[in-house]
């Protein structure tokens, strides 16, 4: 199978780029980002997903199936071009795909789709709505983007699309959402609250996505790893330091006195739970998360001990 992946130069993506070639599948990649030690088995092609260059690789390479990683958070891009990237990109992507023949897309989202909110329920299905995005106005570009993709289900029914929502991820080097929240020595949080918080490696991620791929599965998916645990847990269980603050003084200290930037509205996900129900996941691939609890934080430890911790 020929896998064209977007974004591949980010850290899962390239392992999955590596784990698909090793597994018999051709493989290239866009990314305006440099792969520098990539693979001359694997082509990258620096162009920008919104832009003709990027139809050019779908017409010359014709992919059998696309990976879109290509989605950006808050702190990466501000404002509208966040918004055009993820938003303006995916239809970009869906657009090149229905053009050229491909017939597999897999859009991987986020579980914070589902947002934080005291009334949300503790486990949430892949059928609920997003909530709280007035809360949490960062987040409403990638619903935008995760909520189109979904309409490929019934708009390109020729084409196999899988939405997968997967959960924060942890491990080595230590980079994303989760992974910047306790990157400091102190990682605050709300005072009076502790809430779950589910977490993945990276390479259970990279299994999950090839499993997905090779099953050829079709729908909108929560994929999790293990049994979610309270921030707290995540916090001491990597060697740091909660440090529990009223949400006015913490909203004030956010990107100061060595505390994390964090995005206007995220203190409250440091209140209330995100949860996912995987179970939909579990029965279409057969996925088993290898990594535990105890060892996923022991991973995070391990790249970025506490007396090398610092802000990202």
Known sequence: ???LILGISGGIARGLALRLRDSGHQVAGIDLRPWRDAPKDIEVHAVDVRK???EDVFRRWKPDAVVHMATVTAFTVRGGERGRINLDGTKAVFDHCAAHGVKQVLFIGRHTFYGAAPD?????SEDEPPRALEAIPELADLVAADLYAATALWRLPDITTAVLRFVYTLGTPGTGTLANLIRGKRVPM???????FHVMQEEDVV?????ALEKRVRGIFNVAGPAPVPLSVIIRGTGRTPVPLPSPLLSLLMGRAGFPRLSVGATDHLRYPIVVDNKRFLAA???QATYDEGRILRAYADSLPVDRAELG
């Open 1 to 3: 199978m020929k896998v």
């Open 207 to 211: 299994t999950a996505l090839q499993l």
């Open 52 to 54: 003709r260059a990027t």
């Open 120 to 124: 949300s329920p503790l486990y949430h």
């Open 285 to 287: 691939t057969g996925f």
């Open 190 to 196: 709300v005072l009076g609250y502790d809430p779950l």
